[in-house]
């Protein structure tokens, strides 16, 4: 979204990430080369745990709901507000890091006057519409004894507050929640990481593997 940009959808999101930020790959490809079938970002498997040097059940689990998130898209600016549920899974790896799965479904609001997000005309505030994806990250770090969020289930909603200078006061890092690594930030690498959007039969991927497309 052009998240990870966001890191985001802040969306590759947040370490802090506001979220979301600046697109990280501004390659064009095509839907073909990215995704085994056209509409579905799965297509590559590149969120399953068999990616994961993994076995055994996640040692956290958790889904979770997002608020008034900013989105970035190719022009580098912030286009739409976004709402998110991410399901958040860590897998701990025979190396003592740890395998993170984040799985996003997500309704997108945007904004008018804004570059659209594949940054090929400018948007009018009707295109709102869905979108899906996430990322496979590694962590290095220690899992926390007593995390202030619980480690199954649902941890609520989080509303980041987001404005279109990309300035998300409300915004939580997971990551930093879940994991310490003493005085600094556990280790935090993105192994892939894609999204696909659709308003009406308009779609754009942004994804680590490259970019095509619009909303519009």
């Given at each position: ?136 990250a590694t962590i290095t770090g220690t899992l926390k004894a007593n995390p202030s969020w619980q480690t199954k289930g649902s ?62």
């Amino acid at each position: 979204m052009a998240k990870i940009n966001k890191l985001n959808h802040n969306h590759l999101f947040t370490i802090v990430l506001s979220a979301t930020t600046l697109v990280l790959a501004v390659l064009v490809v095509t839907t073909s080369n990215l995704f085994a079938t056209p509409g579905n970002i799965r297509g590559t498997n590149s969120l399953g745990k068999k990616l994961c040097d993994a076995t055994g059940s996640p040692v956290i689990n958790v889904t979770q709901k997002i608020t008034n998130d900013a989105d970035s898209g190719q022009a580098g600016n912030y286009w739409a507000f976004d709402t998110i549920t991410r399901q958040i899974k860590v897998y701990k790896q025979t190396d003592a890091t740890f395998c993170a799965i984040v799985d996003y479904q997500g309704r997108f609001d945007s904004q008018a006057g804004q570059t659209s997000p594949g940054a090929t005309g400018t948007l009018t505030g009707v295109e709102d519409g869905t979108f899906k994806g996430g990322y496979r990250a590694t962590i290095t770090g220690t899992l926390k004894a007593n995390p202030s969020w619980q480690t199954k289930g649902s941890v609520g909603t989080t509303n980041y507050q987001c404005d279109l200078s990309g300035n998300c006061p409300g915004a939580v890092s997971w990551v930093n929640v879940y994991f310490t690594n003493g005085p600094s930030d556990p280790g935090f690498d993105y192994q892939w990481w894609g999204w696909q959007y659709q308003y009406q039969n308009h779609t754009w991927i942004n994804s680590s593997d490259g970019n095509s497309g619009d909303i519009i």
